[in-house]
């Protein structure tokens, strides 16, 4: 237990916490730029399982923001890169590697399993679907975002208002840190505040962390509770496996970016939304693009003439 004295000296801690810590299990949902601080700390404070998915591979330009890698791993991938480095931090941490997108097929069995989640996405559709998947069986998410010189830090879920209580609507932009930047010392910052989150939540400690919003903008941190933010309704993500026989699929995408379309039988529309075809009674739209924001700004588009269902499908980069 030396490993773990200095922590265990706390009046919050001691040896009932610790052994809190080390009986949790954590799904921490991407291996980049948030989810280097969130490894790190959570598996230093001797974490007793983590679960980890992501589908990239290290890069040369993570490396500003993303010092858990080393030039040696270029090519690997990160749960890999991740894994190896963290037995070499704590080999009492047991990690589990999935080496995949989350999609709204996977992420209901991930979340049950575990004790807590932490959405390190840099990913729109990744985030909802964490936080829906997390309001279905009370499991508390800790979510964090960070762009350029800003960002946040909220905890949502597991009794308190959702992320779609939060964020109710699409953003103005689609940007992503390889679009817009990001400044490596601000989301070290918040996957640091994330994983402090977490262990909040894990020992029980007041006042939770659940209902708890932290802003960080350019070097200025402002805090706020949203306990009793309502619930808000909004289309959700489908996986393509997910997709039915009858949908009217529409794929958002043009095909200079995507030459395959979403499914053979999908209909190339990149302006839909105000216009366009819709399906019979009681059928469903689907509609499709890369990240899923025009898809919900689509279906903002749609449901002002239409009121059946809508569902939003993300294909990432590689589809």
Known sequence: ???????????????????????????????????VPVLQYLAGSGIGRITLIDPDTVEET???????YRMTDLGQPKVQAAAQALAALNP???????????????????????????????SYAASYTLSDACLAVGKPLISASALGLSGYVGGFCGGAPSLRAMFPDPPDSGQTCATAG??????????????QMALRLILGLAPSPLGEFTRFDHGRFTQFRFDAAPEANGPRFVAAQDIRP??????????????????????????????????PPGGRVVLACRSGLRSWRAADALAQRWDGE????????ND
């Open 246 to 279: 009858a949908d009217l699929v529409i794929d958002l995408r043009p095909q200079d970016e995507a030459p395959l379309k979403a499914t053979p039988d999908a209909l190339r529309l990149p302006d839909y939304g105000a216009t366009g075809p819709l399906p």
């Open 62 to 68: 993570n490396l500003h923001r993303q010092p858990l």
């Open 182 to 195: 990001v400044l490596g010392p601000v989301v070290g910052m918040l996957g640091c505040i994330q994983a």
């Open 92 to 122: 009492a941490v047991r990690v589990e590697t999935l080496a995949d997108r989350l999609t709204p097929r996977n992420a209901p069995a991930l979340v049950a399993a575990a004790d807590v989640v932490l959405d390190c996405a840099d």
């Open 1 to 35: 237990m030396n490993r773990y004295a200095r922590q265990m000296v706390l009046p919050e801690i001691g040896t009932q916490g610790q052994d809190r810590i080390g009986a949790a299990h954590a799904l921490v949902v991407g291996a980049g730029a948030l989810g």
């Open 310 to 317: 809508i569902t939003l499908l993300a294909l990432g980069d």
